[in-house]
Antibody
Framework: EVQLVESGGGLVQPGGSLRLSCAAS????????MSWVRQAPGKGLEWVAN????????YYVDSVKGRFTISRDNAKNSLYLQMNSLRAEDTAVYYC????????????WGQGTLVTVSS | EIVLTQSPGTLSLSPGERATLSCRAS???????LAWYQQKPGQAPRLLIY???SRATGIPDRFSGSGSGTDFTLTISRLEPEDFAVYYC?????????FGGGTKVEIK
């Protein structure tokens, strides 16, 4: 059974940093692109970033470029999102998602971790 | 960036009725790289449709997707009680990957 379990969310002040983790199991992690998708409270879904199987390609939405860094450790079956210079508008539930074999749709999602940026 | 506009914002229907949800793209979505998701309160989204018309594993055949280019449709042939939820479309033909604003299907 495919499982994605996020952790690392919490309350952080504006300008602060946070590192999210996603532990994957039930599939060959190193064979899939992986993404982070977020959802602000009461709002819709927003793709944040994704990373290729070997980490050699990474893409970001413009609003987080230069502040967020996606990475992965295939030996640990783990995905990460380092978030720096956090802003109030980054407040959201952050989901880890596996991408399908036929390009970048999301066939499995974690339960999400809440990040709140507030003073 | 491809902007996806979903309509209507809210659809009020009764169980057993047919639901037709629209997703319009600001430019052509290459190779019909369009997906649909269902999200219930407090839950993660669930993949329903990818490639505009291919059902994901375990998705009932009352869900169907169609369309190409800039106009796509999700149809639920006969609404079951568990189908009342918010539905999102997503394009994955170009970066950044983008989602529509969602359509809420509520019980009339």
């Amino acid at each position: 059974e495919v499982q994605l379990v996020e952790s690392g969310g919490g309350l952080v002040q504006p300008g602060g940093s946070l590192r999210l983790s996603c532990a994957a199991s039930g599939f060959t992690f190193s064979s899939y692109w992986m993404s982070w998708v977020r959802q602000a409270p009461g709002k819709g879904l927003e793709w944040v970033a994704n990373i290729k199987q070997d980490g050699s390609e990474k893409y970001y939405v413009d609003s987080v470029k230069g502040r967020f860094t996606i990475s992965r450790d295939n030996a640990k079956n783990s995905l990460y999102l380092q978030m720096n210079s956090l802003r109030a508008e980054d407040t959201a539930v952050y989901y880890c998602a596996r991408e399908g074999t036929l390009r970048s749709y999301f066939d499995y999602w974690g339960q999400g971790t809440l990040v709140t940026v507030s003073s | 960036e491809i902007v996806l506009t979903q309509s209507p914002g809210t659809l009020s229907l009764s169980p057993g009725e047919r639901a037709t949800l629209s997703c319009r793209a600001s430019q052509s979505v290459s190779s019909s790289y369009l997906a649909w998701y269902q999200q219930k309160p407090g839950q993660a989204p669930r993949l329903l449709i990818y490639g505009a018309s291919s059902r994901a594993t375990g998705i009932p055949d009352r869900f169907s997707g169609s369309g190409s280019g800039t106009d796509f449709t999700l149809t639920i042939s006969r609404l079951e009680p568990e189908d009342f939820a918010v539905y999102y479309c997503q394009q994955y033909g170009s970066f950044p990957l983008t989602f529509g604003g969602g359509t809420k299907v509520e019980i009339k």
